[in-house]
């Protein structure tokens, strides 16, 4: 595999100084190559495809990120549950209940658990400091197994304190198992939310434009070393409204969403046992390619700007590549390519650039939850993120969105910014780039829970943190994560104006006087409920 990155290293060297959508394209080409198999996360693939990115970061002249190495390591399980002996199993007021997989409850995860311990429900599972809410008051749930709604209260609320119709950070899984490990929980229950205009975890998944499952069949992996460490299981409404016995799901979820105070309690008399068993599970190393730009102001130097994507794919299944050419050999060229340029240019920025490009994306944003746990530039002094994945296709409904979101007739021209909701300073400095590009920018994706799109991408894990940061993302399409996403389809003019704009924007963000500021609630008043 190093013989394939050098002789592609060689070839594209003799393009020399013919930069932009020439470059970017012979860097495509190498990576939805069928030497690299789609580049699944674990695979030998992947791997070749870090090794080239690095060997272009140090040949643009970037330091290395992490040390005197270009690639940031880290761990991952690869596991595959055996479903005969990973079980729930409820205590209901003595009345015991053997869950069917698939039907009362779904889910796995990295390592074999055998645990039983008494249930408290605890609302949405939200600790929220800056809306005045918290589902974890007046109750304790140290050592026990918590059962908690999906998403947020006030949902379907225009003009709710939780982002109106949209998300913030506090209704994906992952942030609520976080949150009640936090609270000393040993494991958690989620329920779909009672109120919910959407489809359920238990619905039929849905399917490509071919009829074939958007996912290949390949083991899920997950971080060995970093947090969540309690098992999280998704349960039906049924088995949630047995747990609750006294308390009906759609009335309690009326009431809250009138009132936005927590109403949380113990369950008396439940408990849950859950076993979990994997048939296989091995270990393997992912990396993310770092490639640094030092500032240039003695001072301001310690301040980052990131600038990032992800490379990894679906490999391949039933002897068919996913080339992965806009999700996100995309984004990984456009950054690749705004490396050559800062690094090449006469005039180096006052602030320090950070380039990374993100391994096992495609695995719950493995890579990008790996760096905020482990930052190369400390967190508290990255002022912004421009995170760049699939911005080389034009918009179009994939059948989870049919009748849910809009779609223009013309998305030639369209960018899509998400998470700028934490940032109106990072909006305003995109759109004011903006006005030499010529990109027409929308932000509907910040405010409807359609496609869940906040959680999707790794621009969220620096949320989380605090960290301004946004998702220029150009939309889905027919195709998305099916092997028929391939080069000759992507739009290369929109994808050299959005490489352009992030280009932009780094530049401006990396010498301002002024940098984003992070707004947990975005000036919207909290109601109390009083």
């Known amino acids: 595999m190093r013989l394939i990155v050098a002789l592609l290293v060689m070839a594209r060297g003799l393009l020399g100084q013919d930069i932009e959508i020439a470059q970017m394209k012979a860097d495509l080409q190498f990576l939805t190559s069928d030497a690299l198999a789609g580049r699944q996360s674990l695979e030998p693939g992947a791997a070749a495809a870090a090794e080239y990115i690095a060997v272009e970061f140090r040949k643009a002249g970037l330091q290395p990120g992490n040390g005197d190495s270009y690639l940031q390591q880290f761990a991952l399980a690869a596991y595959r549950a055996d479903p005969s002996a990973s079980t729930l199993t409820v205590n209901i007021q003595g009345a015991v209940v053997n869950c069917q997989r698939g039907k009362?409850?779904?889910?796995?995860?990295?390592?074999?658990v055998n645990m039983s311990a008494p249930v408290t429900f605890a609302g949405y599972g939200i600790t929220a400091p800056e809306y005045g809410y918290d589902d974890y008051t007046g109750i304790d749930v140290k050592g026990r197994i918590v059962l908690v709604f999906d998403h947020e209260p006030q949902e379907n609320d225009a003009q709710s304190v939780f982002n109106g119709a949209g998300f913030t950070r506090y209704a994906t899984r992952r942030v609520k198992a976080l949150n009640a490990e936090q609270h000393g929980a040993i494991g958690i229950l989620v329920a779909d939310d009672p109120l919910r205009q959407h489809a359920s975890v238990f619905d039929?998944?849905?399917?490509?434009?071919?009829?074939?499952?958007?996912?290949?069949?390949?083991?899920?992996?997950?971080l060995i070393d970093d947090p969540p460490w309690i098992p999280t299981l998704a349960i039906s409404d049924a088995l949630a409204a047995k747990l609750l016995a006294r308390r009906n799901p759609t009335e309690w979820a009326e009431a809250v969403d009138k009132s936005l105070k927590p109403d949380s309690f113990e369950l008396k008399e439940a408990s849950a046992e859950i076993h979990n068993a994997n048939a296989e599970r091995h270990r393997g190393i992912s990396a993310n390619v770092v490639g640094l730009l030092e500032g240039s102001d003695p001072v301001l130097q310690r301040e980052t700007i990131l600038v990032t994507a992800h490379y990894d794919h679906l490999g391949a299944a039933n002897g068919e590549v996913y080339p992965g050419a806009n999700d996100n050999g995309s984004g990984t060229v456009a950054v690749m390519e705004i490396a050559r340029q800062l690094a090449h240019t006469a005039s180096r920025p006052k602030r320090s650039i950070l380039f990374i490009v993100f391994g096992s994306e495609e695995e719950g944003l493995a890579g990008s939850y790996h760096y905020v746990e482990h930052p190369l530039r400390p967190l508290n002094t990255t002022r912004a993120i421009l995170n760049l994945d699939m911005i080389a296709r034009n918009e179009a409904h994939i059948p989870q969105d049919q009748g849910l979101i809009n779609i223009g007739a013309d998305t030639s021209n369209d960018l899509q910014l998400i998470g700028t909701f934490y940032s109106p300073d990072l909006e305003k400095a995109i759109r004011e780039e903006n006005r030499a590009i010529g990109l027409r920018i929308d932000t509907k994706f910040d405010h409807t829970i359609v496609l869940n799109a906040l959680f999707r991408c790794d621009h969220f894990p620096f949320l989380l943190h605090d960290v301004p940061a946004a998702w220029f993302f150009a939309g889905w399409h027919p195709g998305y994560h099916e092997p028929s996403d391939t080069m000759e389809k992507l739009n290369?003019?929109?994808?050299?104006?959005?490489a352009r704009l992030a280009?932009?924007?780094?530049?401006?963000?990396?010498?301002?006087?002024?940098?984003?500021?992070f707004n947990a609630a975005n000036g919207r008043p909290v109601r109390t409920g009083e």
């Open 104 to 112: 009362d409850f779904q889910g796995t995860f990295k390592d074999d």
């Open 204 to 222: 039929p998944p849905a399917t490509t434009a071919n009829g074939a499952s958007a996912r290949r069949n390949a083991p899920p992996q997950a």
């Open 492 to 498: 290369y003019p929109k994808m050299e104006k959005i």
């Open 503 to 517: 280009l932009r924007t780094a530049i401006a963000l990396a010498n301002s006087p002024d940098t984003p500021r």
